[in-house]
């Protein structure tokens, strides 16, 4: 059954509608890949009766000839995502075994469109990290760690999702994006991965982390299928107050049209210190393939790129102390009572529901916030963090899209990163300026390193300008052949 895990969503979408299989057999197969392939820890819960009910119901609309976008296609769900019926966790003790009453906007889209629901999927906890390793779950695994070797990270925060569409135990997955928790884990694991502009896919039924920078976003096997899943995700909701109203652009037109004519940004701000030599000739590649393709290079400066970090390292964290206050043992979630005051009950529930990173987070969030502290730092961040958008916005008067790489090394060993946050932290230095700014950010696979590990490059553009980026990335791909595959992936190594 390999030959039927590698099709790409748009090729298993037109398979099912010829009639070629159903999709309760893809989805089975899917189930299947995804119990041979367990010893990468990618899905936290399998909802498999409901794959199977979805699967035979879009049978019945292929059938009928009432087959939507999505009609069939089994994918996965970031843990993050409520989802009726089915556990959400956000990877955390303290919502171990929460089952939500209801759906968010973004899943009902998915399912609306005809996607069958195959489980939940492993993240960070409550998507908080780069290694997926602050899990309670324990990490999701690289399938791309060498046989034999040390398992690698499949980065973070949606390290289950990237890990599964690379491992073929989903067609395509959600994900979410606060700092690069797309755009890192789907470089790691050679998928494509796109944050939206912030404001496009509803944030209503997501747990949230930080409110001003999280995205929903797709995780796919290549670009063609990364439009179409963004194309349903997307939306207008009225239950999320950020949610945008703008139309969304012409995907496939743009990415029809190519990048002749078009001007791309190479920031110089983006070359830095510690990056893997790979990734440096990778960039200068990307470059070389948009100007053969006929776009235009342009030498941009973003120059309040190197704030970037330690602003958002500041906010998220102080919107997630917020954020987070509601886990308190009465609303939500586990509840640890041994007597003693309602006091007690909340500092005990949350000691033992929260890991250390999420604590960590929660006090500096709090210490940023505080009442001294302040303007010294959530003050001062939020102004840097216009500087920087005020940088984008300058940029993209004179360019179309920018390409960067899309992190500064490969895949690392599980374990090597934890002990030293700012080792960690360092990993999102090329992805949260997009948040910040809330323009959309997209990670190509576009090469490998001496070890054959996968390598991606970064594709930006404008807010709402999300077909100039899709263009892009079209090319990269198409120049890039990037034609790796795991060695640890359902149905064995092709
Ligand atoms: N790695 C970043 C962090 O730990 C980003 C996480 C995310 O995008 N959710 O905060």
């Avoid at 602050?134 to 760690?145: E, I, K, L, M, R």
């Avoid at 609303?331 to 990173?357: H, K, P, Q, V």
């Avoid at 700012?422 to 910040?436: G, K, R």
Wanted: proline share 5%; hydrophobic share 40%.
């Amino acid at each position: 059954m390999s030959h039927l895990l590698d099709l790409t969503a748009v090729q298993a979408r037109a398979a099912l509608e010829k009639g070629d299989f159903t999709s309760v057999e893809l989805t089975k197969a899917y189930l299947d890949a995804a119990e041979q392939t367990k010893d990468l820890n990618n899905y936290v819960a399998m909802s498999e009766d409901k794959a199977l009910a979805m699967a035979a119901k879009s049978d019945e609309n292929y059938a009928a000839g009432k087959a939507s976008a999505l009609e069939g296609l089994p994918i996965g769900v970031k843990d993050l995502f409520a989802t009726q019926g089915v556990t959400t966790t956000a990877c955390s003790a303290i919502l171990k075994n929460f089952v939500p009453p209801y759906e968010s906007t973004v899943t009902s889209h998915l399912w609306s469109d005809g996607a069958v629901m195959l489980g939940k999927l492993n993240c960070d906890e409550f998507a908080m990290g780069s290694a997926n390793e602050t899990s309670v779950f324990g990490p999701a695994v690289n399938p791309y760690s060498p046989v034999g070797g040390a398992d690698l990270a499949a980065g973070g925060s949606s390290g289950g999702s990237a890990s599964s569409v690379a491992a073929r135990s989903s067609i395509m997955a959600t994900g979410t994006d606060t700092g690069g928790s797309i755009r890192q884990p789907a470089a790691f694991c050679g998928v494509v991965g796109m944050k939206p502009t912030y404001g496009r896919c509803s944030r209503w039924g997501i747990v949230a982390f930080a409110s001003s920078l999280d995205q929903a976003g797709p995780f796919t096997r290549d670009v063609d299928d990364s439009a179409l899943m963004f194309q349903s995700m997307a939306g207008h909701d009225p239950k999320d107050s950020t949610s945008a109203t703008q139309e969304l652009p012409d995907i496939s037109g743009a990415m029809a049209a190519g990048v002749k004519g078009m001007k791309i940004g190479i920031p110089s701000e983006y070359q830095m210190d510690g990056m893997d030599e790979t990734i440096i000739k990778l960039w200068q590649d990307g470059q070389a393939w948009l100007k053969d393709a006929g776009a235009e290079l342009v030498e941009i400066s973003l120059p309040h790129t190197k704030y970037a970090l330690p602003v958002y390292y500041i906010i998220a964290p102080a919107e997630a102390s917020s954020n987070l206050a509601r886990y308190d043992g009465v609303r939500y979630g586990n509840r640890i009572e041994e007597g003693g005051s309602l006091d007690d009950m909340y500092e005990m529930t949350r000691a033992a529901g929260f890991g250390d990173e999420v604590q960590r987070r929660i006090l500096i969030g709090t210490y940023a916030l505080s009442a001294g502290y302040y303007d010294a730092y959530y003050l001062k961040a939020q102004k840097v963090r216009r500087l920087i958008r005020n940088d984008f916005d300058e940029a993209f008067q004179s360019v179309d899209a920018i390409l960067t790489p899309a992190t500064p090394t490969a895949a690392f060993p599980l374990g090597v990163k934890q002990a030293d946050p700012i080792t960690m932290y360092l990993n999102d230095v090329f992805t949260v300026p997009a948040n910040l700014a809330g323009i959309p950010g997209m990670s190509v696979p576009a090469g490998v390193n001496k070890e054959g590990l996968p390598l991606g490059l970064q594709i930006l553009s404008g807010a709402f300008a999300e077909d100039k980026m899709y263009a892009v990335a079209k090319e990269i791909e198409r120049s890039a052949g990037f034609a790796a595959t795991p060695s640890r992936k359902a149905g064995g190594a092709s």
